[in-house]
């Protein structure tokens, strides 16, 4: 029975826990983390997430979407992103073109492909989220704390930068 009544206050625990609503209380650090493991328990709010099990249930995608949707309202997608959506449309005609011709020689170039989208994801990341707080603390001359900066105070940030630098 103590089996039982233990595994019930997991649930109920898992259940109560906190969580991020908006892009204006989630911290910038949980958002790279989701988008680096795809966990989306890292919407909890939580005081540590070392052991962290992951967590995709319905109703965190669900606080996941609206959390999304509402970072694109805010500040749309990076030319970066729309350039590798544009490339993981070009490889899925591709795909498409050798499944109706069955052309081999398409195979090669969507293996070309899939090399470049690779790489371009290897240069977004080489900054990474911390470097680029380095790079904003540096420039404002600020401390910023990577755990408790919001997305949206961070990507402000980054949008004021990027005037400046279109100035």
Request: glycine share 4%.
């Amino acid at each position: 029975m103590s089996l039982e009544k233990n595994s019930s206050k997991k649930s109920e625990n898992k259940s109560q826990a906190k969580v991020f609503s908006s892009i204006d209380d989630l911290p910038q650090w949980n958002w790279v983390q989701i988008h680096r493991t795809g966990n989306l328990a890292y919407i909890k709010q939580l005081d540590s997430y070392r052991k962290l099990d992951v967590d995709n249930s319905l109703t965190f995608e669900q606080i996941w979407l609206e959390i999304y949707d509402e970072y694109l309202e805010e500040f749309g997608l990076s030319n970066e992103y729309k350039e590798i959506l544009e490339r993981k449309k070009q490889i899925a005609r591709m795909k498409n073109e050798f499944i109706l011709t069955d052309n081999r020689s398409l195979l090669n170039f969507i293996k070309i492909e899939e090399l470049e989208l690779e790489n371009s994801f290897d240069k977004s990341e080489t900054i990474g989220f911390e470097g680029v707080v380095v790079g904003i603390e540096k420039l404002q001359g600020i401390k910023i704390e990577t755990k408790k900066i919001t997305v949206y105070e961070y990507n402000n940030y980054l949008r004021t930068l990027n005037n400046k630098s279109d100035e």
